[in-house]
């Protein structure tokens, strides 16, 4: 079969990261976590304390970061590095979590970001995901889709994911409000909002099991890579 460019596309927690990571290593694709870079890019800037409202502040930062992804063997999966140094447990920190739609709505780090992602999808055989993968990114990937679930489904996987790492002294209305505003934020953003492509298929998750859900999109790719 022919390798393709797999684009996933939808709101905050509704497995997309999960799903996507499941479908490269079950097709030995590579993964690309684009979330995980904007995440990365806003604990640069939260770090160093850069003003947001400032284009020159914001450009100087970006030229001082540098981002790149290693494979965890004890994980099986992909971390993102930040200059170098693993940060993929820091840019899950709820602090990241309520700042990164702000920074990436900022039109230079977006612009920063996507150039990054289509240098490493000219080879095909990748999956990323994200929130305007098959919009922007990818307009012309061979598969798109767009993930959603009911909003207190979503909540309960982020409670689940944030508990699991130590963070038990966050609350279900916290994560709610949390998620709710990063919907708005991504979706009424002016540079690549947050929405279902016109050629992306909708996979609404709430009720899948993660094998179910891999099932149906291996599908999916088997009719389109055998094209």
């Not at 063997?73 to 170098?84: F, Q, R, T």
């Not at 993929?88 to 039109?107: D, K, N």
Request: glycine fraction near 4%; charged fraction near 25%; proline fraction near 1%.
């Amino acid at each position: 079969m022919n390798k393709i460019v797999i684009a996933i596309d939808g709101y905050s927690s509704c497995g997309k990261s999960t799903m996507a990571k499941q479908l490269a290593k079950k097709l030995n694709y590579i993964f690309i976590d684009s979330g995980a870079m904007y995440r990365a890019i806003a604990l640069y800037f939260l770090n160093n304390n850069v003003n947001l409202a400032d284009n020159n502040s914001v450009a100087a930062a970006l030229n001082n970061i540098h981002l790149n992804f290693v494979y965890n063997e004890v994980e099986g999966k992909s971390d993102i590095l930040l200059n170098n140094e693993n940060v993929e447990t820091a840019i899950r920190e709820m602090r990241v979590s309520e700042y990164v739609s702000v920074v990436a709505a900022i039109e230079e780090v977006r612009t920063f970001a996507v150039a990054q992602q289509q240098q490493m999808g000219i080879s095909k055989g990748i999956v990323m995901d994200g929130r305007d993968i098959g919009t922007t990114v990818f307009p012309n990937a061979e598969l798109k889709i767009f993930v959603t679930a009911d909003i207190n489904t979503r909540v309960e996987r982020r409670l689940k994911e944030l508990h699991d790492k130590g963070n038990t002294a966050i609350s279900f209305e916290e994560v709610k409000q949390n998620l709710i505003s990063r919907d708005h934020i991504d979706s009424t953003r002016a540079i690549s909002p947050l929405r279902q492509a016109e050629d992306a298929v909708l996979l609404d998750n709430t009720h899948l099991t993660r094998e179910e859900q891999l099932n149906i999109v291996l599908n999916w790719v088997n009719e389109r890579s055998s094209n």
